[in-house]
């Protein structure tokens, strides 16, 4: 065990989670540097550097590192943080590895909030966008409770309703879409898959202000959430109000969920595959937040590099990326679970 | 003296009504067990006492005071329950499960203090686990597991402990290992524990105080040689029963009065 402390406050983990930690960041911030170098037009290492803090190294590297490339692998880390954080509240809520945004039908429920305000108030900003990827989202979250309430959340009849709800969204979608002009329609398609190009500050600001309200909260009930991995009654005895926090942790999921569709539309598989990943590599029991954030930051950052990085023919948004790297993992998480093992 | 006692508890869950109206003291520094065909509503009564649930009307008293109306947090300094089939999270070790009943005295951003650190050790010490501290606990035999869960409780350092069915799913020599476990914590530190058993003769070997509940009241309530008696047995369990001595310890005995050779 290790202590960080600052002053008379401090937190308490594992040696070998800080360790996988630094070495996240570490990987981050290099990844972060690679991704300021290359695109259509590469810059040296030490330009970008540059580029990075601040100091002019002429046009138009200036513009592309600033303006360009910045805001995009900012939006790819925060978002990949918002889908990593959101995927380990709802895996360690439910006890499922299953469970994630994307595949409960939250990130559908986003999307159809989405496309259903591109059609009736138009791509007028990115924050009316967002509220009705938000209000989607909610909507969609509120449904899966009523129909898996049962005195209670059920964990697997909240999946299977969510599930279910997904694909009515999905519907919901594909409706919106066929009565959109072309041009909208078109726009409207090509956010439905997922990509962080052309991402601006404001989208990273969007991004920013989302975690800094949303992870103080979250961070506040991580012990409760772990001790809720114990089952009601345990965590109860522990003296957790287990209702008001697993509300209040199942909404920050939610809304961090809904906000990274809003920026990016959906990108599939982080939020599923991020926390498993961390949860690997630092041999925790139980849910470990802030390393699912690194990690789903450096899935989706590493993703969007491998995506540009193809050759102008193959190139690919980084959600149609995310899909066939997350898909052969699902199949082998309900391979496992078909053979009984735990994951 | 009691702490802990239920003043005309009426306790169900939503509509359906399980426990009718009980008065139920809990003598401080003894051992309780609560015993009663299925469905008599000991259960019930137990998540009560822990506040798992809320009575409809009538109180639980903790301290002379409303178990309601105290904090969450500041109850589960005081009780300590090990649920019926709490869920081990995959991989956790022995020590870290001990690690987590510290969790009503922890604050957020409080580190992790030497007080917590004497506990979970003086706990793994108690139940002979300091050994296999970091072996993973879904690794362990039933009766290991079990030792392990109770560490945690008692981690939670609380005067008082209330263990639901602790020995169900063990076989024999692991159940009476929990017993003498249960036995050596309330004597040596002074443990009031009170539990739910199904087995008559662990309970009358194990505990000083007896209640018998039966369809959601409480049929007896006294030593085990006033409540194991032939008639209440009769009465609470519709099972015809010899009472005999326990040749070992002394205590009631209970042996059902027919068998495979016929009543005798």
Not at chain 1, 96 to 100: F, G, I, K, T
Not at chain 2, 166 to 170: E, I, K
């Given at each position: 065990m290790r202590i960080l402390r600052i002053g008379p406050l401090g937190i308490t983990t594992h040696r070998r989670t800080f360790a996988v930690g630094l070495l996240m960041l570490a990987a981050l911030a290099a990844l972060l540097v690679y991704a300021m170098a290359h695109g259509q037009s590469n810059l040296t290492i030490l330009d970008s550097l540059k580029g990075m803090v601040g100091i002019s190294i002429g046009s138009p590297g200036d513009f592309i590192v600033g303006q360009v490339r910045a805001p995009r692998a900012l939006t790819a880390i925060l978002v990949g943080m918002m889908l990593g954080v959101s995927g380990a509240i709802l895996q360690s809520l439910t006890r499922?590895?299953?469970?994630?945004p994307d595949f409960i039908g939250i990130s559908m429920g986003a999307g159809a909030g989405a496309v259903l305000t591109l059609w009736?108030?138009?791509?007028?900003?990115l924050w009316v966008t967002a509220a009705g990827a938000v209000a989607g989202a909610l909507l969609t979250s509120a449904l899966i409770l009523i129909l898996s309430w049962r005195r209670g959340i059920v964990p697997l009849r909240m999946i299977l309703a969510g599930i279910g709800i997904g694909f009515v969204m999905q519907a919901v979608t594909q409706y919106a879409i066929t009565r959109m002009d072309v041009h909208d329609a078109g726009n409207a398609l090509g956010w439905l898959v997922g990509s962080v190009t052309g991402r601006t500050w404001t989208h990273v600001e969007a991004c920013a202000v989302m975690l800094a309200v949303l992870m103080p909260i979250v961070l506040w009930n991580t012990g409760a959430l772990r001790t809720m991995e114990m089952g009601d009654d345990a965590a109860r005895a522990l003296g957790v109000r287990v209702t008001a926090a697993r509300g209040t942790l199942a909404a920050c999921s939610v809304l961090l969920a809904a906000g990274a569709v809003a920026v990016t539309g959906p990108i599939g598989f982080i939020a599923l595959v991020a926390p498993a990943i961390a949860l690997r590599l630092t041999r925790n029991a139980g849910v470990t937040l802030i390393p699912s954030a690194l990690m789903g930051a450096l899935l989706l950052l590493a993703s969007d590099q491998v995506a540009q990085a193809m050759p102008a023919t193959l190139q690919l948004p980084v959600g149609v990326f995310t899909a066939a790297v997350g898909a052969p993992y699902l199949m082998w998480l309900v391979w496992r679970a078909s053979r009984g093992g735990q994951s | 003296m009691t702490r802990l006692e239920t003043r005309q508890a009426v306790i169900g869950y939503g509509d359906t009504t399980?426990?009718?109206?009980v008065d139920v003291q809990i003598p401080d520094g003894r051992i309780t067990a609560i015993v009663g065909p299925n469905g008599c509503g000991k259960s019930t009564l137990l998540r009560a006492l822990v506040r798992l649930l809320s009575p409809s009307s009538g109180t639980v008293l903790l301290d002379g005071e409303d178990?309601?109306?105290?904090h969450t947090r500041e109850v589960a300094r005081r009780v300590g329950l090990l649920p019926q089939s709490p869920v081990a999270p995959a991989g956790i070790t022995v020590k870290e499960l001990v690690a987590r009943g510290r969790t009503p005295h922890q604050k957020v951003l409080r580190p992790w203090s030497a007080e917590d650190e004497m506990a979970v050790t003086s706990a793994l010490h108690s139940t002979a686990l300091t050994s296999i501290q970091d072996a993973v606990v879904d690794e362990l035999s039933g009766g290991q597991r079990q030792r392990a869960w109770i560490a945690m409780t008692l981690a939670q350092d609380t005067p008082l402990m209330i263990l639901d069915e602790?020995?169900?799913?063990?076989d024999i020599a692991h159940q009476y290992d929990v017993m003498d476990l249960l036995h050596h914590l309330n004597e040596r530190q002074g443990r009031t524990i009170v539990m739910v058993v199904h087995d008559l003769h662990q309970a009358a070997r194990y505990a000083h105080h007896v209640i018998a509940m039966r369809d959601g009241v409480v049929a007896a309530a006294g030593a085990p040689a006033e409540v194991f008696t032939e008639d209440l047995i009769r009465d609470v369990f519709s099972l015809e029963a010899r009472v005999l001595t326990d040749?070992?310890?002394g205590t009631p005995m209970v042996v059902p009065a027919h068998g495979p050779g016929g009543a005798r």
């Open positions: 499922n590895p299953l469970a994630s009736l108030v138009g791509a007028s900003s | 399980i426990v009718h109206g178990i309601h109306r105290i602790p020995t169900t799913y063990l040749p070992v310890t």
